[in-house]
């Protein structure tokens, strides 16, 4: 069954704003997901777009910049 069928829209910003992801929690989620997709991926093309996904909404995720964005209390 996909994510989407189980849990309804990921909204992945809404559902990390419980917790706080800053610059060092951004890197160590990081440093895990990227070794296991060093070890899954089955060749460089699909780990190399794979890193480059997580890369970005990593840094997405953060809720620590003081942005309007990065507020829990932003319309959504
Ligand atoms: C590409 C980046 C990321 C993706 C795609 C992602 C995806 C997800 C998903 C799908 C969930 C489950 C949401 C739900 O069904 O309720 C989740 C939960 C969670 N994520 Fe992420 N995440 C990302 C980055 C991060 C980062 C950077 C952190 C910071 C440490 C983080 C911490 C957490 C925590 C603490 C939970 C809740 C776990 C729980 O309730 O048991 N995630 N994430």
Redesign the pocket.
């Known amino acids: 069954m996909l ?1 989407n069928e189980n ?1 309804g829209q ?1 909204k ?1 910003r809404m ?2 704003m419980t ?1 706080k ?1 800053g610059a060092l ?2 890197d ?2 990081l440093v895990h997901m990227l070794n296991a997709v060093n070890e899954l991926a089955p060749d460089d093309l699909i780990r190399d777009e794979m890193t480059q996904y ?1 890369v970005k ?2 840094e997405h ?1 953060r809720n620590d910049t003081g942005l309007p964005i990065s507020s829990a209390q932003y319309p959504r």
């Open positions: 994510f849990r990921p992945l559902r990390h917790f992801v929690e951004r160590r989620w997580f909404a990593a995720l």
